[in-house]
């Protein structure tokens, strides 16, 4: 019944319900990310996706986000790790025979080690993630994908909630190349939870 809904509510936008071959939703992809620091460091690591068809028109992703930053408070410094593990279900729909509307809603959790009490990076919580986009393949070669989340995440009760830097926002643009049929490299920049954030993409279809 939900399925029938989305359906319904994307028809009635002009969208229509048929899967785009010339996109892929299985696929695993590893990345390099860098975070702007704004009361912290610059925060630097790497994530990992999988994402796996369920359906013509739906996917379940699976995501590992990493990052490092120097946190600073009453004259300590110390180095902290901050990682999120998420759970998503996703749908697509074709919106021409080059583009496709998706939209994601899952489950995320965050775990940081090394935190410094009262401090503004790093969190122990968990919430939910929504997503919404358009991926199109513009030739053989190239594709971009325009996005915008918003996450909502309990924060724990020893951060710092007045000065908290992660945001609950999130969007930009990725550009992508396509070297052949399995691998393709990306380079995406936008607003993530973490600040103004930039990260390099190596991805294999399957």
Do not use: P
């Not at 009490?117 to 968990?126: K, P």
């Not at 393949?137 to 009760?157: F, H, K, M, S």
């Amino acid at each position: 019944m939900k399925k029938a809904m989305i359906a319904v509510c994307l028809a009635s936008l002009g969208f229509t319900a048929n899967a785009n071959d010339k996109l892929n939703y299985n696929y695993f992809q590893f990345g390099l990310i860098h975070s702007a620091g704004e009361l912290t460091s610059d925060k630097t690591g790497y994530n990992i996706d999988i994402s796996q068809d369920w359906t013509d028109s739906s996917y379940f992703k699976v995501r590992y986000n990493t990052q490092s930053a120097d946190v600073w408070a009453g004259g300590l410094m110390e180095k902290v790790d901050a990682s999120e593990y998420s759970l998503s279900i996703g749908y697509h729909t074709a919106m021409t025979r080059s583009s496709d509307f998706y939209g994601e809603l899952g489950f995320i959790k965050q775990d940081a080690q090394g935190v410094i009490a009262e401090t503004t990076y790093g969190n122990d919580g968990d919430g939910f993630l929504a997503k919404l986009g358009v991926r199109t393949r513009w030739t053989a070669d190239w594709e971009t994908n325009l996005y915008a989340g918003y996450q909502d995440i309990d924060v724990a009760n020893y951060v710092d909630q007045a000065n908290y830097e992660d945001g609950d926002t999130t969007f930009g643009i990725e550009v992508r190349y396509y070297l052949n049929k399995t691998w393709s490299i990306g380079l995406t920049v936008g607003e993530e939870a973490t600040g103004e954030t930039s990260q390099l993409t190596i991805r294999a279809d399957f």
